[in-house]
DNA sequence: GCTTGTTGCAACCTTAGTTGTTACGACTGC
DNA sequence: GCAGTCGTAACAACTAAGGTTGCAACAAGC
């Protein structure tokens, strides 16, 4: 399926602003959550200026400058997130109209697409399930 | 998430096959299910390989060969072709192992892995509703 | 045995998406 | 003005999917 690890990655991300502000800091700069999650500075100000637009963080600029979670971890689930990072559908239809004289190629896009709005709707229900909060929780709880 | 049409390309050629058999025919050629889905028979011959491995499918070789279903509509779901088609998981962790000095860093992991577990648990349980008849019976439902 | 139609499969190209990297302008606290 | 950080563009590297061509393997029918 080709997976991507952008979900991840806003997750840790979050979660780690999350964590630093308990601490008592304003805010987090991306050269410090790159640091966390082994990338380039530049992959996290692009996924957090995407959960920006979703209002889920906020940023300051100048000296002093960095990250803050807009909203509560508790009231931000993945589906918050996975909206803001996440483009497209799950699955997708063909890339060229089948066969419209066909029956199964003239029925089977509304077919398809009735069944994939179903199963979407589900995974979506499954990510609103899960808060930033408790994935900070489960982080805190991994054993040493 | 880069979408792709695996699985509607498998269900649509599986359809095909079925319908082609109630009709009373033996076999299906690849060449007739690349026109009915519009793209190329080696496309649908790579897909329909996999689904044999998976012993959803049969074929034949020679003169006269194709393809033929190895079970009833009835007895597949969609998670039998999607676990025949798809490989990986769904959500990807980090490319590369994040920072283990960091708290973030070292609980993400194992966290997401057990968030990503229930999910895609969730999301199998939801392909295995639908059997490949249902699909068809779909298809064939759609107004003219 | 030859012909023919089909699968099996390897090789290659194109396209698209993600990630990583460099560079530099914009902004702001000091 | 300086320094630190974001905002963003540009580009390369990598991966996966899809499309295409070519050809060997196979088997039914003659």
Redesign the pocket.
Known sequence: ??A???L??AAHALAWIGLYQRQGHE???????ATS?????????????EL?RAGLVE?????????SLARELESMTLLDVYEA????PLF?M???TPDQGCVVGYGIQPAMQGIYEGIEETLRHELARVTLADVLRDVLAAPR
Chains 1, 2 share one sequence.
């Open positions: 399926m080709s991507n690890s952008r991840t990655i805010v987090a700069t991306s050269e410090q959550i999650a082994n990338t380039n500075p530049v992959v996290i100000r692009r996924l957090l200026g920006r940023s300051r600029r100048g000296v002093g400058a960095g990250w990072v996440e483009p497209g997708a063909h890339r060229t």
